[in-house]
Nanobody
Framework: QVYLVESGGGLVQPGGSLRLSCAAS????????MAWYRQAPGQERELVGI???????NYADSVKGRFTISRDNHKSTIYLQMNSLKPEDTAVYYC???????????????????WGQGTLVTVSS
């Protein structure tokens, strides 16, 4: 089993900043892609940003230039630095992690996907 613990959400004024963290623990050998999604009330869950195991990242157009996703593989943690926050950024933010587990002596792996429990970010004056 793999466990994801998110932290860093809260209430912030428009124009402010927050940093979200998501730490993975449990039974895995490597981390593959890691990402942040968000879901606003009454809306579908959407991708905010994704970072590959090699460190390449992509973002939703709505957050480009304001949000930065990063990862620390030694700590098995993904971060989301959110700057210049807007009321429309209000949502529950979920981390998403793909883990790889070696299954035989040849090094073959299986991939599994896990979601964090979600952390609420509210941008309001």
């Amino acid at each position: 089993q793999v466990y994801l613990v998110e932290s860093g959400g809260g209430l912030v004024q428009p124009g402010g900043s927050l940093r979200l963290s998501c730490a993975a623990s449990g039974r895995f050998d490597r981390l593959n892609d890691m990402a942040w999604y968000r879901q606003a009330p009454g809306q579908e869950r959407e991708l905010v940003g994704i970072i590959s195991s090699g460190g390449n990242s992509n973002y939703a157009d709505s957050v480009k230039g304001r949000f930065t996703i990063s990862r620390d593989n030694h700590k098995s943690t993904i971060y989301l630095q959110m700057n210049s926050l807007k009321p429309e950024d209000t949502a529950v933010y979920y981390c998403y992690v793909e883990i790889l587990r070696v299954v035989n002596v040849e090094g073959a792996t299986i991939k599994r996907k896990y979601w964090g429990q979600g952390t609420l970010v509210t941008v309001s004056s």
